[in-house]
């Protein structure tokens, strides 16, 4: 496969590909959305995978962005929905918005984030992936950018000649 990964055909990379941290946002993402709102079981491993992770003050700011962009839990028992090794949307839109924020492109993830929330709500998400960007920058950690052709062209900042 290219080392390049397009946002439009996320559905074609694989968990494999990613960096370490980048896996830890798409196992916490996977684990979150197919937790029942009553399993304890997952709200400790979740805590504690944070906590592991030197991320537990961003945890707080993950689950706002959850609630806001998977207002529902998939109908499949984490131990199913983890064995899947392909992205889905909202994994890579997600993954693409982080390493936006890290590289200081705003437009860029809010435009992306409004791909997979209202645009309403995709303010509140921004600001809540915001936190938890931070927090993967302060444990050393760095998300990659996305190739997406016409999210780049419309934000792109013009070159000094």
Known sequence: MSNIRRLRDCQQVSVCDLTGIERFVVWAIRWR???DATDSFADTCLQDSFEQAGLQAAQPAFEGFMQIACSSRVDCPAWQRLGCWRLNPLEAHALH??????SGLLGEAWTTLARICSTCNAGRALQ????LADGIEQVGGKVERW??????ARYALPVAT
């Open 128 to 131: 809540y992936l915001e936190i």
């Open 33 to 35: 959305a197919s937790a």
């Open 97 to 102: 918005a982080i390493a936006c924020l890290q």
């Open 147 to 152: 190739h997406t052709t016409e999210i780049t």
